[in-house]
């Protein structure tokens, strides 16, 4: 209805998902974990807000590029799963490459 598909080239795309995700964490940032938890219970509603831009700039581009999200995601976790196996990463925040 607003002809916005002519915009959606995947560079500007991806940089409004950055933006977007940037947005997220404004509302985090300078906070402690006891702050943090403050802030949102008056705030819930705004991160909401953000993350869901989030998750639109994500489904839109999946869509627009012909990438199946479900698929994608379970070919993702499989290769987590190899770079991260259990027996090294349990319980450690650890980059795979230094396991």
Not at 70 to 83: L, T, Y
């Amino acid at each position: 209805a607003r002809d916005w598909k002519q915009f959606h080239k995947p560079k500007d795309m991806a940089l409004s998902l950055a933006l977007e995700a940037a947005e997220v964490m404004e509302h985090f940032q300078w906070k402690n974990e006891k702050e943090v938890k403050g802030y949102l219970k008056t705030n819930k509603g705004e991160v909401a807000d953000e993350l869901m831009d989030v998750l639109g700039w994500i489904l839109l581009m999946a869509n627009d590029l012909k990438i199946d999200i479900p698929d994608a995601f379970e070919k993702k976790m499989k290769k987590n799963e190899k770079k991260y196996p259990v027996a090294k990463s349990k319980g450690r925040s650890t980059k795979y490459n230094k396991l």
